[in-house]
């Protein structure tokens, strides 16, 4: 397909516009420096966020927002300009922003935020800063006081003509008791100190990873990644050394007799060798479901491509959603190809119907998802929800190129001509499944086949999780990278493993059984979101539970799609090795 070639100029704008970005940040002492409020909302609610004007700050007659890129939407960023003015170079102390009289709402408004831990985000030179709006005091005889910060303080470093990091305190003297509801009047005052540092300017960016992750806590993940993938693939390992060793008795066994007379009867996985590739029930759906598992490790696959070659550096901002929706508009092409041409291997008669199963067989939940946690933020007037404008450039990509390209990738897929190969030939009449035990059903399996993976995975999950659902960074891309290729492995061998003991209990049904053991593991990704939730954040309230469990729902089922091919492909791979191995009648 054409897509990785298209996505190479996309990576060389990403780079090329950073590189100009950096060219620009260049003043003379006196010049204004570009600052943005952002976003204001409690700490432990990541998704539940608000302009900064929501709270009665000091605010200018008219609010200018900062255009911003689809990206930046999508992430809930909603830059204006800031009250505060702090040209290059220049010290003040304690200057005014304004004076103004704060009404009873306004106080109540402000106790709310103190009370929820509010947080302020803004952009300096495109270097994020963040702040608490208020105060609690911990004591006990005093639990019921809050104070608002009416005092900011702006430390700045800069080299020579760049800004290279800014930090913001306050002044815990200088501080205004929301305790009552009264009208209140308060000043606003912020400082300004600037010192000289040696740190260059390609290096600012580097606080921020380093401010997450430690020496001793990368010492500690380093460990910990490197203790729970030996240990997994030793357990892989000594599971394929018995499997290979099982296999090699068999090839023994069959090839003995079949030297034997022509009344010796056929046991185990030989037997059902008329069955083994008779093709599965739901034709349609198990193709589309094959064709959006491979588009979307197709995906992922190209993320992890840009996050390597470090175009996803700390708060860069927006960079991973823009890259999100434009590769998997241009994967979808991929989706197509798989899903069509693998329902016409199996000999399937309506391409076009399989063809729209395909496409919404992954949008389609993400796209309801959506439609009920867009109406939740605006129900809430926060930023997480998204403008019409935005929509309306999202549903053009879907419909100009997403679209587009699936149909195309489908027709290419219908022409491709391409026969299944089964080195059997499939009887006219199915064979009867024997009575299996309790243990050999799906679901059961479906269980043993999604814990060895996930145990691959479950440590690197929570610093995930972290820096989604959280405030930390994120940016050890190169560990992240060799877990996913050792979940890959696992879940193909694993799904191999359980579809070799299907065979020998003679159940010849387990197309889907091994698209549904292999993704298996996205149900146990759901499963440790809901220990997150419960044990592992403060997060609270309506609107950040729907968007924790509604988005991470849909991520699950990325990993469910992109895993079961996985798993499906390794199987039938698998299978056709065997029965090529021995003769069939």
């Not at 389609?364 to 605006?378: E, K």
């Not at 309230?541 to 849909?554: K, V």
Request: glycine residues 6%.
């Amino acid at each position: 397909m054409a897509a990785p070639k298209l996505l190479l100029p996309l990576l060389g704008l990403v780079m090329l516009v950073g590189c100009a970005a950096a060219d620009s940040h260049r003043y003379r002492p006196g010049d204004a420096v570009p600052l943005y409020a952002n976003k204001v909302g409690p700490f432990h609610n990541p998704s539940e966020t608000y302009r900064y004007f929501d709270l009665p700050f000091c605010a200018p007659e008219k609010v200018k927002d900062k255009i911003e890129a689809l990206g930046e939407v999508l992430n809930g960023d909603r830059l204006v300009d800031a009250p505060y003015k702090l040209d290059f170079r220049v010290d003040f102390d304690a200057k005014s922003v304004c004076s103004r009289r704060l009404s009873k709402d306004d106080v109540v408004k402000f106790r709310h935020a103190v009370f929820k831990d509010y947080y302020f985000q803004m952009y300096y030179d495109d270097l994020p800063f963040w702040g608490f709006i208020g105060t609690k005091p911990e004591k006990a005889d005093a639990g019921d006081k809050y104070y608002l910060y009416r005092h900011i303080i702006f430390d700045i470093l800069y080299n020579k003509d760049r800004v290279i990091e800014i930090n913001v305190h306050t002044d815990q003297n200088a501080v205004v008791d929301l305790t009552e509801d009264k009208e209140l009047d308060v000043e606003f005052l912020y400082t300004a100190k600037w010192k000289e540092t040696q740190i260059p300017f390609e290096k600012r960016m580097e606080k921020y990873s380093s401010s997450s992750v430690m020496p001793h806590h990368l010492e500690v993940h380093w460990f910990s990644i490197v203790n729970s993938c030996v240990t997994v693939l030793l357990l892989t390992g000594f599971l394929a050394t018995i499997l290979m060793r099982v296999l090699k008795n068999d090839f023994v066994k069959y090839s003995h007799d079949e030297e034997e007379p022509d009344d010796q009867e056929e046991t185990g996985w030989k037997y059902i060798h008329g069955d083994v590739f008779r093709f599965p029930t739901n034709k349609s759906l198990f193709s589309a479901a094959l064709g959006t598992g491979t588009q979307l490790f197709a995906l992922t696959t190209f993320i992890f491509l840009l996050a390597l070659v470090g175009v996803f550096y700390p708060y860069n901002r927006g960079a991973l959603f823009t890259a999100l929706v434009v590769i998997y508009a241009l994967t979808s092409g991929i989706a197509g190809y798989s899903a069509t041409s693998f329902y016409c291997q199996l000999e399937g008669k309506n391409w076009v119907r399989n063809l729209l199963l395909t496409g919404c067989l992954f949008c389609g939940p993400l796209f309801l998802t959506f439609c009920f946690l867009n109406t939740v933020a605006i129900a809430y007037n926060s930023t997480a929800a998204l403008p019409f404008g935005t929509i309306c450039v999202i549903v053009l990509i879907w419909t100009l190129v997403t679209f587009p390209l699936l149909v195309l990738g489908g027709i290419a897929g219908k022409n491709s001509k391409n026969e299944f190969q089964d080195p059997c030939r499939t009887t006219k009449f199915p064979r009867e499944v024997p009575p299996l035990a309790w243990y050999r059903r799906t679901i059961p399996q479906m269980a043993m086949a999604g814990f060895l993976p996930f145990s691959a995975i479950y440590i690197e999950l929570y610093y995930i999780f972290a820096s989604i659902w959280g405030h930390r960074i994120y940016t050890i891309y190169s560990i992240l990278f060799i877990v996913f290729i050792i979940l890959l492995i696992v879940t193909a061998f694993i799904t191999i493993a359980l579809t070799y003991f299907q065979l020998t209990a003679e159940d010849h049904e387990w197309w889907w059984r091994s698209f549904l053991c292999g993704g298996s593991t996205g149900f146990f990704v759901f499963a440790y979101c809901l220990y997150y939730y419960r044990e592992r954040s403060d997060m609270s309230g309506f609107m950040q539970t729907s968007f924790f469990f509604g988005y991470m729902a849909c991520i699950c089922y990325a990993f469910f799609l992109m895993l079961g091919m996985v798993g499906f492909r390794a199987a039938l791979l698998f299978v056709r090795h065997i029965y090529k191995s021995i003769k069939c009648e």
